[in-house]
């Protein structure tokens, strides 16, 4: 899951970095740092995001 991939879900929900972190119960920062490149999401995380990625291309 890197940096983009993450951006564009995020973006694709219509969602600030803030609102998006709270959605998925992580902090501003943490997806501050996941769209810089900074860290990468952990298994669980990137379990989410994929499973929000498949929501958005299934509508």
Known sequence: ?????????RQRMQLTQEDF????????????RWENGKSSPNRIAARLLIGLEKKLKQQ
């Open 21 to 32: 972190a709270h959605l998925i119960g992580v902090t501003f920062s943490t997806v501050n």
């Open 1 to 9: 899951m890197d940096a983009e991939r993450i951006r564009q879900i």
